[in-house]
């Protein structure tokens, strides 16, 4: 950890300058934990339903879950209405959070559709009275993640995060591509740059950061504070110990995923945890030859021990690391 601050969020010194991004079904406790270990710089809550978050069913529990070791914990949020937004983030202030997130960027229909996500941004005043409502309540900053727009022809980021910061927001990340987008496209790297020079509180940029030379260029060209890396961590974790895959040994690959099974064993139990870890455990295998008949066998795998047995046969099997890695199968110890 660096001894200065790279930045601030109000008064809550930031140590770093890549971040995992907020990924429903993919940012929960074990993965997040592994990454703020290996140097990603806060730790995003996956996104919350406001209402939900009041006497919380388990699967909403497991993602408020957190341990002291990551703060600052970041508890991101969703919703529309400004005084069920309120009682979710005075709650999110209870249960501990350093910072309340409001999440403007999600694109999926179910959400956006009903004027939540990057369906709020559909309603500038409705961010403003969100934002002014919270910042003056919570003792905790309050920022928001957003994307360029609606669309093409209602890109009003400009607009959305000039009024986060006007009233209270701490900081803002832009994902730089529209709802309708999706993930697809390229991200226009311009409009983070803009939203750099037009306000006053930090910016995290967000899109196509996938190798860690990305980081520094992402930075270097937007004048941003920090950048969230998404897709391109999941298989890769070790991007924020500023590593690419290829230069990740077997060894590494093989400790990381039994430790990351064995954090999902652990919280969520073997059969949940299993089904979970299992696209993961894709992502983590992606680049070495397997047949198709050896990843469907593993991707399928229903106990933890079957799983493990196959694991272990392919890290015996496996001779072709990625590129600049190297293969150590070392001892079987590890049964989680």
């Given at each position: 950890m660096p001894s200065a601050p790279s930045f601030h969020v109000g008064l809550i010194s930031i140590h770093g300058d890549a971040i995992l991004s907020p990924m429903d079904g993919f940012s929960d406790w074990p993965f997040r934990s592994l990454c703020r270990e290996l140097g990603s710089a806060m730790s995003y809550t996956e996104f919350i339903k406001?209402?939900?978050?009041f006497n919380p069913p388990k699967q909403v529990a497991d993602k408020l879950h957190y341990e002291e070791d990551e703060r600052?914990?970041?508890i991101q949020i969703y919703g529309d209405d400004p005084e069920v937004m309120l009682a979710a983030a005075e709650r999110a202030q209870e249960l501990g959070a350093d910072i309340v997130d409001i999440n403007m960027g999600c694109p999926s229909k179910t959400i956006a559709n009903r004027g939540a996500g990057a369906g709020l941004m559909r309603t500038p005043l409705k961010v403003a009275r969100?934002?002014?409502l919270l910042s003056a309540s919570l003792e905790i900053p309050?920022?928001?993640?957003i994307r360029l727009g609606w669309d093409d022809d209602t890109r009003n980021y400009p607009l959305i995060a000039r009024i986060v910061e006007e009233n209270g927001g701490a900081l803002i990340a832009l994902h730089g591509r529209t709802k309708a987008q999706g993930y697809g496209g390229k991200a226009n790297w311009e409009a983070i740059a803009e939203v750099k020079d037009a306000v006053n509180i930090p910016v995290i940029g967000n899109g196509d950061v996938k190798t860690v030379a990305d980081i520094g260029s992402m930075k270097e060209y937007t004048g941003c504070d920090a950048v969230m890396i998404g897709?391109?961590?999941?298989g890769n974790p070790w991007i924020f110990s500023r590593l690419d895959r290829g230069q990740v040994s077997f060894e590494q690959v093989r400790e990381m995923m039994l430790e990351h099974l064995e954090r999902n064993l652990a919280f969520y139990g073997e059969q949940i945890g299993l089904v979970l870890f299992r696209k993961?455990?894709?992502r983590y295998l992606s680049p070495y030859p397997l047949s198709k008949e050896t990843r469907k066998k593993l991707l399928t795998s229903k106990q933890p021990e079957e799983f493990l047995t196959l694991l272990y046969e392919i890290i015996e099997s496996v001779n072709l690391p990625p590129e600049g890695g190297e293969y150590h199968p070392g001892p079987r110890s590890r049964t989680g």
């Open positions: 406001a209402e939900d978050i600052p914990v970041v969100i934002f002014k309050l920022t928001g993640k897709r391109a961590a999941i993961h455990a894709a």
